[in-house]
């Protein structure tokens, strides 16, 4: 599990890493670079928690070619990446 060093993504992550008994990984929100290297480097899963101004660049980064946007004020999206070869896409959309 990664988390920026802002407040409110580690508080957004806390109940997830309680309940998997994870110590979030906390990355530098403007170093996408890194962060990918730690994701590649992975042989499982990992949950990112990030912003609407870094996730889309964390996307591409990762081989996502559709570009994503999402509004300042839009808590309400979930992505998921498959990495690999051919990089796919899942996003989840959950109104309040």
Known sequence: MFVTEFKRAQETAAPTARAAHLS?????ANDIGALVEKIRALNSNALVVGHGNTIPDLLKALGIATPVGIPEDDYTEIFAVLVGDAPQLLRLHYPF
């Open 24 to 28: 979030p990984t906390v990355v530098p």
